[in-house]
């Protein structure tokens, strides 16, 4: 078991309930990175549900949960054949935290009947760049977990560089060594700084609605993450994700919308 | 009002109840469209928030329910000073047909700090081609209510010229004249053809989960609906839809997973 399947672990109370534990490994500055949460928010799902995947995850995060104890209520909706569907909830003292809504199914390993090509071109891992030692005091703890190497000029607003448009671009694995599973795509679906840095944002840019797609189990190996948005109006922006494993194949596709940085 | 507008009507019963009344008006080959049954139940949400906008929805699709009348159930969730956060349930005979997670909050008309031009150049409308009359005993009644004109090789398919990859591009605007309104959005969203009738494939195509986010309120005129996909596999097939107003603004921004037809 790795520290993420250990991070992660969700134990069953009864039908509708699982206790999980929150790690303050997976900080973002003092919030806990919703990735995470929602990897959390997973085990249980799948762990009551009849199929083995969980195909889409619809989030609300109504408020940034703590460190610590925490439940997952869950509610079936439909148990088909082909899919089953629930809500689950995170609460913490009996106060909703995440509100989600998830597709579980059991996927094959056909290949494709029609892909879309990669959405850019990626330098090879030898040229592209880790982000700096967070600084202790900033609380990033997330960032000691996972080992990314950006597309180097997604990551110029580093050093007062930003590319002009919502971007960012990055190889992605756990620190610990472990083949990418649903859960680790839950977490990488959501790791990228957001991508309105490259556009000349700052601040802390909460997210309020984030759906994500599981679309095939991925191959070991290095995760490839394209980061992009379409707009940037009134205080909100939308951030995609699309993730290839290591054979270059589409495993999974989100998107979420956050309200900008105060800076 | 247009009928429309009545079509989607919502009367509130008290806090947490709406009573509707689904239109058979807007089949789609038995059915319902499932962005009409979105734009009732936000109908419902957004007469109970304090905020004027339904900026992301969420939707399941569990089951498909019939003409007449049903209720849409409201659990608030939170409500902050910038949104407002309400699961939505679309009920008939007290079983759930859609589970929705809707944020509500109230958008300006500021120019957008950055947006991404169109995703591809659309001929103007007058060399684009509506879709040929349905015939009656297809029971696609949705027809009637839009007038859509599509950039015609999206539209190949029909005389077996499908353009090799998921893609569907129309001018949309109601047969009834009507401006535009978040509503009017709901139901174009998911108003085209699964975009996978480019890509080969045929019959009816399910949605399994739809989210779309309300990016700005939409100019007066014709909507430009640009659909595509990126990946069908294993059964499965993802459909985005970009909703660009007359002035080329983006308005809305939807996402689809849905089962493949047996057809």
Same mark, same amino acid.
């Given at each position: 078991m790795t520290k993420f399947d250990e991070a992660t672990r969700a134990l069953r109370v009864d039908e509708t309930t699982y206790d999980v534990c929150l790690d303050d490994g997976y900080g973002i500055g003092g919030p806990l990175n919703g990735g995470y949460l929602l990897a959390v928010v997973l085990r249980a799902v799948v762990d009551a549900s009849p199929h083995a995947h969980p195909v889409s995850t619809s989030a609300q995060f109504l408020r940034a949960p703590r460190p610590g104890p925490a439940q997952v209520r869950l509610e079936q909706l439909k148990a088909g054949r082909t899919a089953a569907m629930t809500r689950a909830t995170l609460l913490q003292d009996d106060r909703a935290y995440i509100e989600a809504l998830v597709t579980t199914a059991t996927l094959g390993d056909a290949a494709p009947d029609w892909s879309a090509g990669p959405p850019l071109a990626m330098p090879p891992p030898e040229r592209c760049r880790p982000l700096p030692e967070p600084k202790p005091e900033s609380n990033m703890t997330?960032?000691?977990?996972?080992?990314?190497?950006?597309?180097?000029?997604?990551?110029?607003?580093?050093?007062?560089e930003p590319t002009g448009r919502p971007e960012s671009r990055a190889y992605f694995r756990m620190a610990e060594p472990q083949d990418p599973?649903?859960?680790?795509?839950?977490?990488?679906?959501?790791?990228?700084?957001?991508?309105?840095?490259?556009?000349?944002?700052?601040?802390?840019?909460? =997210?309020?609605?984030? =759906?994500?797609?599981?679309?095939?189990?991925?191959?070991?190996?290095?995760? =490839?993450?394209?980061?992009?948005?379409?707009?940037?109006?009134?205080?909100?922006?939308?951030?995609?994700?699309?993730?290839?494993?290591? =054979?270059?194949?589409?495993?999974?596709?989100?998107?979420?919308?956050?309200?900008?940085?105060?800076?």
């Open positions: 997330l960032n000691a977990q996972l080992e990314m190497l950006f597309d180097p000029p997604t990551i110029g607003w580093l050093t007062g599973d649903p859960f680790v795509l839950a977490l990488a679906v959501d790791a990228l700084p957001p991508v309105v840095f490259s556009a000349g944002a700052r601040g802390w840019a909460p =997210t309020v609605e984030l =759906t994500w797609y599981l679309r095939a189990l991925p191959a070991p190996g290095w995760l =490839t993450l394209y980061g992009s948005g379409r707009l940037i109006s009134d205080g909100w922006f939308d951030e995609e994700v699309e993730v290839r494993d290591s =054979t270059g194949r589409i495993v999974a596709q989100s998107r979420q919308i956050a309200r900008l940085g105060r800076g």
